[in-house]
């Protein structure tokens, strides 16, 4: 059975970092052909996309996290790792993983195009 779990979100002041962690279960990303999202959702807002990591390698980044975000994959630990640096306020939202799986290329996309979510980590930044 897919899972993922989302882990690392926490309350930090404008400009610091935070490592959050998508742990897979179910699979193996190494063997896999997937797509992983990260995307986050702020009070009142839509969800959006953050980042993809596909199995190539492939990573993208939404404009307003590029230079700032990393996505990278660590094999040894079935795991998503998305580094967050320079931390902006308007960063603030609950962070969500989510995969699919097929040929399709990997981008930014809307969320119903992923079919398994973990239950979210909370990002609080203060100015």
């Known amino acids: 059975q897919v899972r993922l779990a989302e882990s690392g979100g926490d309350s930090v002041q404008a400009g610091g970092s935070l490592t959050l962690s998508c742990a897979a279960s179910?699979?193996?990303?190494?063997?896999?052909?997937?797509?992983i999202g990260w995307f986050r959702q702020a009070p009142g807002k839509e969800r959006e996309p953050v980042s993809t990591h596909s199995n190539g390698g492939t990573t993208t980044y939404a404009d307003f996290v590029k230079d700032r975000f990393t996505i990278s994959r660590d094999n040894a630990k079935n795991t998503l790792i998305l580094q967050m640096d320079s931390l902006k306020p308007e960063d603030s939202a609950t962070y969500y993983c989510a995969v699919r799986f097929g040929l399709d290329k990997c981008d930014l996309e809307p969320s119903t195009r992923f079919a398994y979510w973990g239950q979210g980590t909370q990002v609080t930044v203060s100015s």
């Open positions: 179910g699979f193996t990303l190494r063997h896999s052909l997937y797509c």
